[in-house]
């Protein structure tokens, strides 16, 4: 097992730059995920982490070893695609021990390593088949076999549930958790889903058009975005941003109504400012802002509605069940500890 | 009464209109299988089957013979010239299909790779395939000429040779000329189907063997190599096949010549047949290739059959 330490990397494919000066610390062990929008860069980072990718510029170090120049097959990881890339002429045992095999490991030790690794995620009842002959979730697995008989000292992981169904993938991110809890391997897990961000790492690393947005651990990230790309990306359903300015001791939204604000700062008077308030911290309260609700959606756990207020949509979502019935008015009030400010213009957080 | 309810229908089955008849599934198969059966019967069964009964007759140009049995096989297994033609025959078509191969296989995995002009590369391979037989077998008759090859002028020039090189006239060097030129023909079939099979090989499979830390060879051992078996058995097969058949390359060339030397089975045929007027020896010497021809297909047909990892469905590849 290692660290792994990117530097100040920088990728371009011909003049165009992808990847725009990315530097993450990854300790011994961890389990990092990178997420972001589709195209901001997490693939070609992981991919340069492999070895796959050529690094443009800066540094990528695994343990103290700079890597820049290291052939993939030296730089002891093991990676996971997302179609799987499992060789189809191969029954599952060969696929996971075909990396010993151009080792020239003994037959012994293959077999034992195999038959552990299986016995791990549940295959052996399927050693002999052909890839084709598998479920998408065993394929999975099977990928995931091949990564673990090679016990390398980093994990790389491209969107390995992406195509699995939705019930499979709650699954599969659960036993990925648990194997990593108990072979304790450094991990690189790129998704664009947040939700397994959240549920899966040690600590997200948000990416968005090739820079490093905002990194940390999950609920710091939940808690806390740096800006409005972290708050609107973390958090299902998103966070609701009303759009106005700092006025005095509140704040006064477009729509003409006021919201409070616990610790403005001082210098944000005037200057337009987005304020971000989660689904979960609205409250029903007699002396709120009056909302006419639009939208019901009961989930049985909760209740989520759709809410307009002074002309600006906003989701709430109760956790006891509403009576309310579209086209009424509820009076709402936001929780004060979980409101977040940020500057409209540079998208930076503003209150502590 | 229950009787009756079992044999009140039984009349209706015997009185069955036509119509009813012309609908049934099998009949209607068999209405639709006619024209196709009746195109393969006279086009394909029925000059084999009369290649084959000539064989066993004596018959000559202007004369329908008589059945005579064995007597056309037994006269041409005799024959030197006839072993000889055999021995060639196997020779050109194991050496030619072998080069045709590994040159197709280099030239494909070339191609798969990013090159320059890679499109025009592609095209400019594919001229031998496309020039008619005749014509190519013409070019390579002056390039292999005795005084005016090009070849020959371009070594002397370069101080390699002294005296020009008698391509066709000396029994080996004719051998190979013929299979040079066969070769020259064949290789882009081979190369641009090859690459075909290539391009169906996902890239992160490379990946994930480089990964597994495979070196460039053992990519192309265990991974290209299994993955493109099923396509390199159908290729051969049809280039054995077509080599093994060959006849324009070898009449225009060399005839046979210099002293059967370079006389396939299909030339031999020929002569015997066409030109010495001996209708059923030549018959009896086609008749001779189809083992061989069986044989190289059932050895692809065996290579051929589904291997069990191509089975089950193709879902997530
Ligand atoms: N080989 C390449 N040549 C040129 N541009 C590339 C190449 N590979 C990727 N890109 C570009 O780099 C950007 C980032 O691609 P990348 O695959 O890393 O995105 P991603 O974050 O993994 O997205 P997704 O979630 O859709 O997989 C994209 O804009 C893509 O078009
Ligand atoms: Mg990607």
Redesign the interface.
């Known amino acids: 097992m290692a660290s792994v330490t990117i530097r100040d990397v920088r990728k371009a494919f011909g003049a165009v730059e992808i990847i725009h000066g990315v530097s993450i610390d990854i300790a011994d062990g961890e389990f990092v995920i990178l997420v972001g929008p589709s195209g901001c860069g997490k693939s070609t980072l992981l991919r340069m982490i492999?070895?796959?990718e050529n690094i443009t510029s800066g540094e990528i170090a695994i343990g103290d070893r700079v890597v820049n120049n290291v052939p993939?097959?030296e730089r002891d990881?093991?990676?996971v695609?997302q179609?799987?890339?499992?060789?189809?002429?191969?029954t599952v045992a060969e696929n996971m021990a075909?990396?010993m095999k151009?080792?020239g490991a003994d037959k012994a030790e293959m077999a034992a390593r195999v038959e552990k690794a299986a016995k791990i995620l549940g295959l052996t009842h399927l050693l002999d088949r052909?890839?084709?002959?598998l479920s998408?979730g065993q394929?999975q697995r099977v990928a995931m076999g091949?990564a673990i008989v090679?016990d390398p000292q980093v994990f790389l992981f491209d969107e390995p549930l992406s195509?699995l169904d939705a019930k499979l993938r709650v699954q599969m991110r659960t036993e990925i958790k648990e194997l990593h809890q108990r072979l304790k391997t450094t991990t690189v897990y790129v998704t664009h889903d947040q939700i397994e961000a959240m549920t899966m790492a040690d600590k997200i690393v948000v990416m968005h058009d090739g820079i490093v947005e905002q990194m940390g651990a999950p609920l710091d990230l939940y808690d806390r975005p740096d800006n409005l790309f972290v708050a609107g990306f973390i958090g299902s359903p998103a966070m609701n941003f009303v759009k106005g300015h700092i006025d005095g001791q509140g704040f006064a939204a477009e729509g003409g109504f006021t919201l409070p604000v616990g610790s403005a700062p001082a210098a944000s008077a005037g200057r337009p400012v987005v304020y971000g308030l989660r689904p979960e911290h609205i409250r029903i309260d007699a002396q709120g802002i009056p909302a006419e609700v639009i939208v019901v959606e009961p989930t049985g756990s909760e209740t989520q509605v759709v809410l307009r207020t002074g002309g600006q949509e906003m989701i709430a979502v109760f956790r006891e069940r509403l009576s309310a019935r579209p086209g009424e008015t509820i009076p709402i009030v936001p929780t004060l500890a979980n409101a977040h400010l940020f500057d409209a213009e540079t998208g930076r957080r503003l209150n502590a | 009464m229950s009787d009756a309810a079992i044999s009140a229908p039984m009349p209706r089955v015997f009185e069955r209109s036509w119509a009813q008849r012309m609908t049934d599934r099998n009949m209607l198969g068999f209405w639709f299988m006619l024209p196709a059966a009746a195109f393969l019967i006279l086009f394909l069964v029925y000059p084999l089957g009369l290649g084959i009964w000539l064989s066993f007759t004596d018959a000559r140009i202007g004369r329908g013979g008589v059945f005579v049995g064995l007597e056309n096989y037994e006269w041409i297994l005799g024959d030197s010239k006839f072993q000889l033609a055999v021995f060639n025959t196997l020779f050109y078509t194991f050496v030619a299909s072998v080069l045709k191969f590994a040159i197709g296989l280099y030239l494909a995995i070339l191609l798969n790779n990013h090159l320059p002009f890679k499109a025009f590369i592609r095209a400019i391979i594919l001229v031998p395939f496309i020039v008619p037989t005749v014509l190519s077998a013409i070019a390579f008759w002056w390039i292999f000429d005795p005084q005016f090859s090009v070849l020959s002028w371009g070594l002397r020039k370069w101080g390699l040779i002294s005296g020009n090189i008698d391509f066709l006239g000396d029994p080996w060097n004719a051998r190979l000329s013929v299979i040079f030129a066969n070769v020259w023909r064949g290789v882009p079939f081979i190369a641009i189907t090859l690459l075909a099979g290539l391009q169906t090989v996902s890239p992160s499979l490379y990946e994930a063997a480089t990964l597994d830390g495979a070196s460039k060879w053992q990519m192309f051992r265990h991974v290209t190599y299994p993955i493109l078996t099923p396509i390199i058995a159908v290729v051969m097969t049809f280039s054995v096949l077509f080599t093994f058949t060959d006849f324009q390359l070898i009449k225009v060339l060399t005839n046979g010549g210099p002293a059967g030397t370079t006389e396939l089975m299909a030339t031999m045929s020929y002569n015997t047949a066409i030109l010495g007027g001996r209708i059923g020896e030549g018959a009896a010497i086609s008749t001779a290739m189809i083992p061989f021809l069986l044989g190289a297909i059932m050895i692809s047909w065996f290579g051929l059959q589904r291997r069990k990892w191509q089975q089950g469905s193709d879902n997530n590849d």
């Open positions: 492999a070895g796959l993939p097959k990881i093991a990676m695609f179609n799987y890339a499992l060789y189809p002429h191969m075909f990396s151009l080792r052909y890839p084709r002959q998408g394929r091949r090679r195509n």
